[in-house]
């Protein structure tokens, strides 16, 4: 039978982004969490290739304690068991030391795994680099993007759109692939599932000393990538008021705003006009 994992994420409702004003670290503790979206339509599509050939499912998460109730809703959703990686030693951590943490949990527990799905990106952060890393650590092939996804023996079949083409890709496996959120809606949480997950689930909690994982290579002091500034955008909007008559109202208007118009339209307002 096939074995897949799934890496989900909890990231925190969009209205509610705490930050460290020392560290600039998100404080997720202090905020609701949900599943991120992305990692939704990851677990469906393990979902379905267990519909279609049958498969064990393994959900995977990294983050502090609370994150155990993304772990749960994987598993009302489908998936057989979960796996929580919580220690205040891997918060603060960067994609590379993400994707090395979640390499030597996948390497201790699962290391006969056949397909790794993950989210193409994740709402709080947006950078859709864990997946290849994980890819990249674990010395796997990896197809990020991918819209719909098909396993017939030890090939996965994969189509995805990039830079506006079309591709469709064989993997053979093990390997990895990143779900975009353009596949397939996710489906609805069965009450027989609700109660499978917040009975008797099966979650297994691991730390940095479980895995063997020195401080060193985790979280904040393991991560290349220092945070110093965040900031929320401002939007802020203006009024302009064009007088005079039409003609010298359009000529206004074409000075001030042709390169604009003209992108929209797709062509030179001032070459057209002349």
């Known amino acids: 039978m096939l074995k897949l994992v799934v890496c989900i994420k909890q990231v925190p409702q969009v209205s509610e ?27 469906e599509a393990a979902l379905k290739i267990r519909d279609k050939i049958g498969a064990r499912i393994t959900a995977v998460t990294m983050g502090p304690p609370s994150a155990e109730e993304a772990l749960r809703e994987a598993v009302a959703l489908g998936a ?19 994707s090395l943490t979640l390499s030597k949990v996948i390497q201790k527990i699962i290391p006969d795994f056949d397909l ?21 650590e674990l010395d796997i092939p990896g197809v990020a993007y991918v819209h719909e996804l098909t396993i017939a023996g030890n090939k ?3 189509r995805r759109v990039a830079d506006g083409f079309s591709e469709t ?11 975009n959120t353009t596949s397939e809606a996710p489906r609805y949480m069965s009450f ?3 109660q499978q997950a917040f009975g008797e689930s099966d979650i297994i909690t691991h730390d940095a000393a479980s895995l063997g994982l020195h401080q060193e290579w985790i979280g904040a002091r393991g991560s290349a990538t220092k945070i110093r500034n965040v900031y929320s955008p401002i939007a802020e909007r203006g009024n302009l008021v064009l007088t005079g008559t039409n003609k010298k109202i359009l000529d206004q208007l074409f000075t001030l705003f042709d390169d604009r118009i003209g992108g929209v339209v797709g062509k030179d307002l001032k070459t057209e006009k002349n």
């Open 17 to 43: 982004l705490p930050w460290d004003p020392e560290t600039w670290h998100l404080q997720r503790e202090l905020a609701e969490g949900m599943m991120n979206p992305a990692c939704r339509f990851a677990l």
């Open 80 to 98: 057989d068991k979960g796996i929580l990686l919580t220690d205040r030693k891997m918060a603060g951590a960067d994609t590379y030391t993400t």
């Open 116 to 136: 790794i799905l993950c989210g193409a990106s994740t709402i709080d952060s947006d950078t859709a680099q864990v997946g290849p890393q994980l890819a990249e």
């Open 156 to 158: 996965a079949r994969i």
């Open 169 to 179: 890709i064989e993997m053979e496996l093990p390997g990895l692939v990143t779900i």
């Open 192 to 194: 027989r599932g609700f």
